[in-house]
């Protein structure tokens, strides 16, 4: 690891310190809820956002088998391969691989303006549970998107092209991607960061790069069960004809701990074009925390917009337009949520970060 992480990790403490000095992570945690993840009193200091694991935290600790390694691909598949195969058409056909999201509720439908009336939602009922849903839902918007975050397609046998929402990780070898685990991945894979609609790979703002292979933790079993909690994958990705890392070219977003089930996030995603016609990034940052999945280490975001398509978007801190800490992503139980507007994340603890050492080195 050596002195690159030891500069990376200046530069987390460095950034952290800045934005505590213009009160954004002031804004962010809530003691209360800090005891169900860190196992801290409430209303203690807390620890900042880490890119390194906590010792001891509940569930931490080493794999209890080998993480799930899928190459996806061979030796030849490279940048130049992947802009040969990924044609316009290939790219605007393909569909989103997670399962189908339910339009909004009357009133909450759309992904412009700022805020929906919850009318017609009730309280949400949950595994058995109740969530408090807000008096008014986020609503998302579109934006013209971020470098660190894009789309990761891939083809089936069948030549069935698909795709997922994934992003950057910060790492030591600078090729890492984030991804949920229900993306499944197949052949021809390639991720392209701020995708486009309606260019080909060529001709895309950061180009395409080759995805070579997928890291899944082996407890992960995808649907509602305990095993949802592991709704992650790391990828790792080709370099480029330049012989650059995907990192070096868009930047990466910074693996941090989820310190609390209530967070002031920004949510990301590319969303399905059949269910939004902008086939363009949307983006959300609702005025009230994150709330708890009960019986789950997940996190719920109630914001409109987020139809299949978006999973494995980042939830992020302190995002300046491409980059951020990131403590989240979309996914989860049923596989990221039953509609348009509540969605959710798996929480970022040492077992994730276990996964991510292991796939920056094999």
Same mark, same amino acid.
């Given at each position: 690891?050596?002195?690159?992480?030891?500069?990376?990790?200046?530069?987390?403490?460095?950034?952290?310190?800045?934005?505590?000095?213009?009160?954004?992570?002031?804004?962010?945690?809530?003691?209360?809820?800090?005891?169900?993840?860190?196992? @801290?009193? *409430?209303?203690?200091?807390?620890?900042?956002?880490?890119?390194?694991? @906590?010792?001891?935290?509940?569930?931490?600790?080493?794999?209890?088998?080998?993480?799930?390694?899928?190459?996806?691909?061979?030796?030849?598949?490279?940048?130049?391969?992947?802009?040969?195969?990924?044609?316009? /058409?290939?790219? *605007?056909?393909?569909?989103?691989?997670?399962?189908?999201?339910?339009?909004?509720?009357?009133? @909450?439908?759309?992904?412009? %303006?700022?805020?929906?009336?919850?009318?017609?939602?009730?309280?949400?009922?949950?595994?058995?549970?109740?969530?408090?849903?807000?008096?008014?839902?986020?609503?998302?918007?579109?934006?013209?998107?971020? &470098?660190?975050? !894009?789309?990761?397609?891939?083809?089936?046998?069948? #030549?069935?092209?698909?795709?997922?929402?994934?992003?950057?990780?910060?790492?030591?070898?600078?090729?890492?991607?984030?991804?949920? /685990?229900?993306?499944?991945?197949?052949?021809? #894979?390639?991720?392209?960061?701020?995708?486009?609609?309606?260019? &080909?790979?060529?001709?895309?703002? $950061?180009?395409?790069?080759?995805?070579?292979?997928?890291?899944?933790?082996?407890? =992960?079993?995808?649907?509602? !069960? /305990?095993?949802?909690? =592991?709704?992650?994958?790391?990828?790792?990705?080709?370099?480029?004809?330049? +012989?650059?890392?995907?990192?070096?070219?868009?930047? !990466?977003?910074?693996?941090?701990?989820?310190?609390? =089930?209530? #967070?002031?996030?920004?949510?990301?995603?590319?969303?399905?074009?059949?269910?939004?016609?902008?086939?363009?990034?949307?983006?959300?940052?609702? %005025?009230?925390?994150?709330?708890?999945?009960?019986? =789950?280490?997940?996190?719920?975001? $109630?914001?409109? !917009?987020?139809? %299949?398509?978006?999973?494995?978007?980042?939830?992020?801190? +302190?995002?300046?337009?491409?980059?951020?800490?990131?403590?989240?992503?979309?996914?989860?139980?049923?596989?990221?949520?039953?509609?348009?507007?509540?969605?959710?994340?798996?929480?970022?603890?040492?077992?994730?970060?276990?996964?991510?050492?292991?796939?920056?080195?094999?």
């Amino acid at each position: 690891m050596g002195e690159r992480r030891r500069r990376r990790g200046r530069g987390i403490k460095a950034g952290l310190a800045g934005l505590l000095a213009v009160g954004v992570l002031g804004a962010v945690f809530a003691p209360s809820a800090l005891a169900e993840i860190s196992g @801290t009193v *409430a209303g203690a200091p807390t620890a900042p956002v880490s890119a390194s694991p @906590t010792p001891g935290a509940p569930g931490a600790g080493s794999m209890a088998t080998a993480p799930r390694v899928v190459t996806t691909a061979t030796t030849t598949w490279n940048a130049a391969a992947a802009a040969t195969f990924w044609t316009s /058409a290939r790219l *605007a056909d393909a569909a989103p691989v997670d399962a189908p999201k339910t339009t909004a509720a009357a009133g @909450t439908a759309g992904t412009t %303006g700022t805020t929906g009336t919850a009318s017609g939602l009730g309280a949400h009922a949950m595994v058995g549970a109740r969530l408090s849903t807000p008096s008014s839902i986020a609503r998302s918007t579109h934006f013209g998107g971020a &470098s660190s975050t !894009g789309v990761i397609f891939y083809a089936s046998k069948d #030549m069935t092209t698909h795709y997922c929402t994934a992003s950057v990780v910060d790492s030591h070898y600078g090729n890492l991607i984030i991804m949920a /685990a229900h993306c499944n991945p197949g052949s021809w #894979m390639a991720y392209v960061p701020k995708y486009q609609h309606g260019l &080909s790979a060529a001709r895309q703002p $950061y180009g395409i790069w080759a995805v070579t292979k997928v890291f899944k933790d082996s407890h =992960y079993t995808g649907g509602s !069960g /305990a095993g949802s909690d =592991y709704d992650y994958a790391f990828a790792q990705v080709a370099k480029n004809s330049k +012989g650059q890392s995907v990192q070096s070219v868009t930047g !990466g977003n910074w693996l941090s701990h989820t310190t609390s =089930y209530n #967070m002031y996030v920004t949510a990301l995603g590319y969303p399905k074009i059949t269910a939004d016609s902008a086939d363009q990034a949307i983006r959300c940052h609702p %005025g009230y925390a994150t709330q708890k999945l009960p019986g =789950y280490r997940q996190m719920v975001l $109630y914001c409109t !917009g987020f139809y %299949g398509g978006t999973s494995g978007g980042p939830w992020l801190l +302190g995002f300046n337009g491409n980059t951020g800490y990131l403590i989240g992503i979309t996914g989860g139980y049923e596989d990221g949520g039953p509609n348009s507007w509540i969605s959710y994340s798996p929480v970022f603890d040492s077992r994730i970060f276990t996964l991510f050492q292991y796939a920056e080195y094999h």
